[in-house]
């Protein structure tokens, strides 16, 4: 097992199995955590014998980092993992701080049409420690923290709940790394099951959804997942959501020309969501190699964003960066496969 993948409340466990002090878990933490300290040799208030011991039942590896791209304000990093699988996490610089991109899984199976993601089926998930690493990997190589984490990059982090869900404890521990919930967004394309489960985790991470599409003809033709999970009932999941959480939800959409950018679906969009306690994210769609696909021209997006104003719809236009390096929303992966 690797340490970066056990949150503290296991970690306490496992001293307690070992006929340890709880405690200790705390300090462990603190030294990986709070001080980014690596080696174990230098965790002074742990005894030899006990070391000893952690160091045989954990390994403290972190994912190699073997390419870095840079662009203004966004550098893109290629991961090897253990088992030669690889996958790309993305740094942003914002005014207000530092946040990575972070991947869920190798591959992808949800198949949207116009994500290059997708175009590898999911190999396996990403475990906790995987993703922790991809931050702490980050930082050690550029030497600075990261303020905010987006679940955003390849992967759909629903259909890897139980590891994502480790992975959100422990960066959200305040021995932890200590990110606060509201610098935490995981995006899903609308798993509901586990939506509802989430719902009832009473953590308080941003949620955003992939919509892309206001009715379900669009919607299918686009994203699969829609076959399954259709959208009146993933509209009665955000509702849910928003009820039993007390927290607003992101609505992405991402504005593909001639497909789903005209004035009818901005209104359609806005009919369905009237009311919610949401806000519409508009995603300028970034080039991949699905060339079906183009981005909506200037006035396209300046006409949607409009008309949602105008009904009343709280929404943004995504700022636009990364895809001189392909590290923009639905490119990763597109070239190094
Ligand atoms: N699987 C998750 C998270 C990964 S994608 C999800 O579906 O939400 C993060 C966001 O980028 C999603 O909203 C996704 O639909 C969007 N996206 C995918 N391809 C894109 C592209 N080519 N241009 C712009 N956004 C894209």
Redesign the pocket.
Known sequence: MNIYGITRENLEKYFVSINEKKFKALQIFEWLYQKRENDIEKFSNIKKEIRDKIKNDFSFNLPTIIKKEIDTDVEKFLFLLEDGEKIEAVLMRHNYGLSV?VS?EVG?N?G?K????GRLKKVRNLKSYEMVGQILAIEKEIKERINSV??????????NYDNVIDFIKIINDPKGISIGARHIT?????LIPKMDLLSELNIQINL???L?APNDELRSQI?PINKVYHLNELIKAIKNYIAKTNRRVTI?Y?LLKGINDKIEHAYELANLLKGMNVYVNL??????N?LE?Q?SDKKSIDLFYQTLQKEKINVTV?KEFGSNISA????LRSKEV
Not at 114 to 117: A, R, T
Not at 186 to 190: R, V
């Open positions: 991109c869920s992808c949800m949207c116009f994500c290059e993601s987006v679940i955003m990059g390849i992967g759909e982090p629903l259909d995981l995006s899903t394309c609308g955003a959804i992939s892309h994203m992405e991402v995603i300028p769609y970034n080039e991949t699905h696909f981005k995504r923009a929303c639905g490119q």
